[in-house]
């Protein structure tokens, strides 16, 4: 699918068909999703209703039951398709998947996150030894920082 600017993937399971990844905008609702992967009876948790993404979004979309569910991508799927991953939420064992972290420097990053509480920008990352401005280039394409909704 069309993987540009403007589109989250969302990856569908359990859907007789229509398994797969597909690239939608991110201005696509909840409610348009159970429409989209062919399940107009699907029931949708009324938190979740409408929801937006931004436009970093990957998620997993699982109609089970006919229920919706919605999780996210893992981690090795989303940098598999070139999506970067959130800083802020990703463990050591998933930092240590994006190319040029290793153990070492995974253990760095999540140790600096619970010192800090969050990083506010990809930037902070400078504070970790062995991350200066060529090493933090590198890792741009792999790293995003989420805003605070």
């Known amino acids: 699918g069309d993987q540009g600017s403007g589109r989250i993937a969302i990856e569908v399971t359990g859907n007789r068909g229509v398994d797969g990844i597909y690239f939608l ?8 999703l159970s ?11 009324s938190g979740l209703a409408n929801t937006r993404f931004s436009s970093a979004s990957a998620i997993l979309v699982s109609s089970e039951g006919g229920v919706l569910k919605i999780t996210d991508m893992s981690v090795v799927k989303k940098l598999a398709l070139g999506l970067p991953i959130d800083l802020n939420r990703a463990s050591e064992e998933e930092l240590v998947l994006v190319p040029g ?3 070492r420097m995974a253990a760095q990053i999540v140790q600096l996150r619970q010192l800090r509480g969050r990083f506010e920008g990809l930037a902070d990352l400078t504070a970790v030894p062995g991350i200066k401005e060529r090493k933090l280039r ?12």
């Open 25 to 32: 905008p991110k201005t696509t609702a909840v409610t348009e």
């Open 35 to 45: 429409k989209i992967t062919g399940n107009d009876a699907l029931t949708v948790h």
């Open 101 to 103: 972290i290793g153990e």
């Open 138 to 149: 590198d890792l741009e394409k792999y790293l995003m920082v989420e805003p605070v909704p």
